[in-house]
């Protein structure tokens, strides 16, 4: 028997944990092995009105893995140097489609957000599920896709070649892994048809059914796999919006390839396909 009940929140990402209790999901092994399996199987897991502490936040990541510090230019709260904290205060905004780290060898793989201020209205957040973005391609679409590969790029010191589709580290599933903030183009196709291709993949991930757009309250916790899906902060709001986010540690994304021969998804490493 389950200990979590959970309910679906879209058609195809997401669900919501009913009635979360922390003290639980902190100390009972059993508990936090279903949460990360919840995740896997659905992507993105919501935990209304859980409102931990910045040292519960850091424990509550750590049931996927092992938490690590922000990056050096990213702001902390003050006094925990696991939390990040994005107040929109000072200016910070993610107002487009992206995974969080495309433009290192190595992403993270999940991510714990608590919202801290919120506004009266707007602020939402919208996830989109990546590997439902890949399964809706045409066959000749996933067929041109086969051994591409993306630059991601965030500056001189912070870039990245990754493959177009990639496997999931731990259920094998493909996933569309190119984004509107991050990646540059599709480095093994002539210019026109990446410029052309790119931008289709773009919009084709941000297609609203593959979404889930949660309304925030304070103390909600919105918990995504980084690898499969992408996400949007509205930036539609008034007033103050403050958030904070441990990233969970990760690996390097291989490329997804279908053996034809088993008719099952693996990972490969060694070239196109």
């Given at each position: 028997?389950?200990a979590?009940?959970?309910?679906?929140?879209?058609g195809?990402i997401?669900t919501?944990v009913?009635?979360?209790?922390?003290?639980?999901l902190l100390?009972?092994?059993?508990v936090?092995?279903?949460?990360?399996?919840?995740l896997?199987?659905h992507?993105?897991?919501?935990?209304?009105?859980?409102?931990?502490?910045p040292?519960?936040h850091?424990?509550?990541?750590?049931?996927f893995?092992?938490p690590?510090?922000?990056e050096?230019?990213?702001?902390?709260?003050d006094?925990h140097p696991?939390v990040?904290?994005f107040?929109?205060?000072?200016?910070y905004?993610?107002d487009?489609?992206h995974?969080?780290?495309?433009f290192?060898?190595?992403?993270?793989?999940?991510?714990?957000?608590?919202m801290?201020?919120?506004?009266?209205?707007?602020?939402d957040t919208?996830w989109?599920?990546?590997?439902?973005?890949?399964e809706?391609?045409?066959d000749?679409?996933?067929?041109l896709?086969?051994?591409r590969?993306?630059?991601?790029?965030?500056?001189?010191?912070?870039?990245?070649?990754h493959?177009?589709?990639?496997?999931?580290?731990?259920?094998?599933?493909?996933i569309?892994?190119?984004n509107?903030?991050?990646?540059?183009?599709?480095m093994?196709?002539?210019?026109?048809?990446?410029?052309?291709v790119l931008?289709?993949?773009?919009?084709?991930v941000?297609r609203?059914?593959?979404?889930?757009?949660?309304?925030?309250?304070?103390?909600?916790v919105?918990?995504?796999?980084?690898?499969?899906?992408?996400?949007?902060?509205?930036f539609?709001?008034?007033?103050?919006?403050?958030?904070?986010?441990?990233?969970?540690?990760?690996?390097?994304m291989?490329?997804y390839?279908?053996?034809?021969?088993?008719?099952?998804?693996?990972a490969a490493?060694?070239?196109?396909w």
């Amino acid at each position: 028997m389950n200990a979590l009940e959970l309910r679906p929140v879209s058609g195809r990402i997401g669900t919501e944990v009913i009635n979360p209790n922390l003290e639980v999901l902190l100390a009972d092994d059993d508990v936090r092995a279903e949460l990360h399996r919840a995740l896997l199987d659905h992507h993105l897991v919501v935990l209304r009105n859980l409102d931990p502490t910045p040292e519960e936040h850091v424990q509550l990541a750590a049931a996927f893995g092992d938490p690590i510090a922000p990056e050096d230019h990213l702001p902390k709260r003050d006094g925990h140097p696991m939390v990040c904290r994005f107040d929109s205060a000072v200016g910070y905004k993610a107002d487009r489609w992206h995974t969080d780290g495309t433009f290192r060898n190595v992403v993270p793989s999940a991510a714990v957000l608590v919202m801290r201020t919120s506004p009266a209205t707007g602020g939402d957040t919208t996830w989109s599920n990546c590997s439902a973005a890949y399964e809706d391609l045409s066959d000749g679409m996933k067929s041109l896709l086969k051994g591409r590969k993306a630059l991601h790029d965030q500056g001189p010191d912070a870039k990245a070649v990754h493959p177009v589709v990639v496997a999931h580290p731990e259920t094998g599933r493909p996933i569309l892994f190119v984004n509107d903030i991050f990646t540059r183009g599709i480095m093994n196709l002539p210019p026109d048809e990446s410029s052309a291709v790119l931008p289709f993949l773009i919009r084709h991930v941000g297609r609203p059914e593959f979404t889930y757009r949660h309304r925030w309250a304070e103390g909600d916790v919105v918990i995504w796999d980084n690898r499969s899906t992408q996400h949007y902060a509205l930036f539609d709001f008034e007033g103050q919006r403050v958030v904070e986010r441990v990233h969970v540690a990760g690996g390097p994304m291989v490329a997804y390839r279908l053996d034809r021969d088993r008719g099952v998804a693996t990972a490969a490493t060694d070239g196109p396909w």
